[in-house]
């Protein structure tokens, strides 16, 4: 990483937060002859998106087409809204879901290359791209962008936190004050991006919109704190839908470390059981559905149940079990001793949504998808979850032009807000695979239109 005294007083723009949208904005506003700077407040990039294991979401992407797959973006849209609680911002998302196919296409361009598929909860078809290695698709990302934009000549300086919006006497946004190792600096630009993240780690903001969370364990890292919440409230902008806060329900909370356990598991075919060793509910249905059902069991949580040829299909296993997080047994008479769940009941489970798998007719809770392969190859797992916090929906208000509203619904010039820090977009719940998607289509959208605003401004 550069030296903090490197740092220029002026930049065209400047981008706060080093996750996937803030480096998709840096490379786009780049790619348009912007010179940017990232500014990212941890010691390292990445923020959230470092944690993103399942894929991102696209319709009628060459990817489907080439793994023989048909599909719509009015289905992807109707899904994203009815997932959503019909609650979404309907231009959001209609911009969202058009722009998904191309933003596969445009990271192609730059080494990042998702060519395989996966389903998540409240999908009909293989709509998260992944990589052809499998791999958690979040860390892939970020690495490979953050080596675009270095390459590119951007610069990334960490330890670096944001304090303050510089505005004009019009109200313009016009620059920030930035804390670093060397003290506090004031940079100049055209335009700033909050690229922040949410508020997923904050105890504070969670307990002033949703007190009944606040003590659910969080999947986000810790520096998710709603910093570019506090930023653009300072400068008027209006925030909305702060209650939509999702709880993820397959987390592993054992350890002081909390770790998501990827929907994608599901999706090539795991099964959830309750300490009876039984089924209690559709695996990949949208996810307040699926954590509200673990929930209603006061059991302690419950159980993911894989075997051989599941763990196959999705790489973040082998991390899960490297870590310690999945019990191991020869037999399912073997991981349900392991687990402490009933022998017969899981026996009888597995054989029935094998049944299912055979007929694709789940007659019990009516899943019609993450049944490509039965659980019959041995050996068989289980990781023990619970639902966690995970992302949160809500946010700063802005346009389909990424452009921060205030709270009379005018633009406040020279802002941008894009990524987990903006709201309206997934309504009262994330379908997952999304939030990816929403990176990278936002991220280049905010580096397109602050490249925009700059070249009408200069």
């Known amino acids: ?78 899904e994203t809204l009815k997932g959503g609680g019909l609650l979404n911002d309907r231009a959001m998302l209609k911009y969202f879901v058009r722009h998904s196919a191309i933003a596969i296409s445009w990271l192609m361009k730059y080494g990042v290359r998702l060519t395989d598929l996966t389903i998540t909860g409240g999908m009909s078809r293989k709509r998260a791209h992944r990589p052809g290695s499998m791999e958690p698709v979040g860390f892939y990302l970020t690495s490979r ?43 100049k630009a055209q335009a700033v991006l909050l690229a922040t993240g949410g508020f997923g780690a904050s105890k504070e903001i969670i307990k002033k919109y949703r007190p009944d969370l606040v003590d659910y364990k969080t999947t986000n890292q810790p520096g998710a704190t709603g910093d570019g919440l506090k930023l653009a409230k300072n400068v008027g902008a209006q925030l909305m839908q702060m209650n939509f806060i999702q709880v993820h329900p397959t987390a592993n909370t054992d350890n002081p470390h909390v ?27 949208t996810r307040k559905i699926v954590s509200d059902a673990i929930t209603s069991l006061h059991e302690d949580g419950a159980y993911l149940i894989f075997d051989s040829g599941v763990r196959g299909h999705f790489a973040a296993v082998e991390f899960y079990d490297h870590i310690g997080l999945v019990k191991h047994g020869d037999n399912l008479a073997d991981l349900a001793k392991e687990i402490g769940v009933d022998p017969a009941n899981l026996k009888t489970t597995v054989a029935d949504w094998n049944k299912a798998i055979e007929s694709h007719k789940d007659k019990e809770f009516g899943r019609t998808t993450g049944m490509d392969r039965a659980i019959d190859r041995g050996p068989y797992y289980a990781i023990h979850i619970h639902p966690a916090i995970h992302y949160t929906m809500g946010g700063i208000h802005i346009n389909t032009e990424t452009q921060v509203l205030d709270t009379n619904g005018n633009v406040i010039k ?24 929403e990176t990278v289509i936002f991220g280049r959208q905010a580096g397109i239109q602050m490249a925009k605003f700059v070249r009408e401004n200069k």
């Open 1 to 78: 990483m550069p030296n903090n005294e490197e740092l220029k007083k002026k930049y065209d723009a400047v981008i706060i937060g080093s996750g996937g949208t803030g480096l998709t904005a840096a490379l786009q506003a780049r790619g348009l002859g912007l010179n940017v700077v990232v500014l990212e407040k941890n010691g390292k990039t990445g923020g959230n998106t470092n944690r993103a294991s399942s894929g991102m979401n696209a319709s009628e992407s060459l990817v489907q087409l080439n793994k023989g797959i048909i599909d719509n973006n009015r289905d992807f849209y109707e």
């Open 145 to 187: 962008l953050t080596t675009q934009v270095k390459k590119q000549g951007v610069n990334i300086f960490t330890n670096a936190r944001v304090t303050k919006l510089l505005q004009d006497s019009k109200g313009k946004v016009n620059g920030v004050v930035v804390d670093t190792d060397d003290g506090e600096k004031t940079i």
């Open 259 to 285: 770790y998501l356990i990827g929907e994608g598991l599901r999706g090539e075919g795991a099964i959830l059981v309750n300490k009876s060793g039984q089924r209690f509910v559709n695996e990949l249905s």
């Open 414 to 437: 020279g802002l941008y807000a894009a990524g987990e820090v903006s709201g309206g977009l997934h309504g009262n719940n994330r379908i997952g695979g999304n939030s990816i998607a």
